[in-house]
Nanobody, 115 residues
Framework: QVQMVESGGGLVQPGGSLRLSCAAS????????MGWYRQAPGKERELVAY???????TYVDSVKGRFTISRDNAKNTLYLQMNNLKPEDTAVFYC?????????WGKGTLVIVSS
């Protein structure tokens, strides 16, 4: 079982930036594709971005050009750099493998974009 601990969320004004981190336990981190997901109030959890072998990345259209996913296998850590944040980015952000393991969801980190 891989445990995820997300951090780095907070309150930010529109146009601001945040960097999320996800510390994952277990050696499985370095052997798996990893993703960031988010759940906005009243909505279902959705995929935001994922990174696969060779550090190839994919983003949903709504965050392309604004978010960057990266990983440090030596530290078992996944990152999400978020720039030019918009109010519609407000959500709890989670990391997990891609596709997600049902037994590996962490508590997430809350991002609020508001003036």
């Amino acid at each position: 079982q891989v445990q995820m601990v997300e951090s780095g969320g907070g309150l930010v004004q529109p146009g601001g930036s945040l960097r999320l981190s996800c510390a994952a336990s277990g050696s499985i981190f370095s052997r798996n594709n990893m993703g960031w997901y988010r759940q906005a109030p009243g909505k279902e959890r959705e995929l935001v971005a994922y990174i696969v072998t060779g550090d190839r990345t994919t983003y949903v259209d709504s965050v392309k050009g604004r978010f960057t996913i990266s990983r440090d296998n030596a530290k078992n850590t996944l990152y999400l750099q978020m720039n030019n944040l918009k109010p519609e980015d407000t959500a709890v952000f989670y990391c997990n493998t891609y596709p997600p393991r049902m037994d590996s969801w962490g508590k997430g980190t809350l991002v609020i974009v508001s003036s």
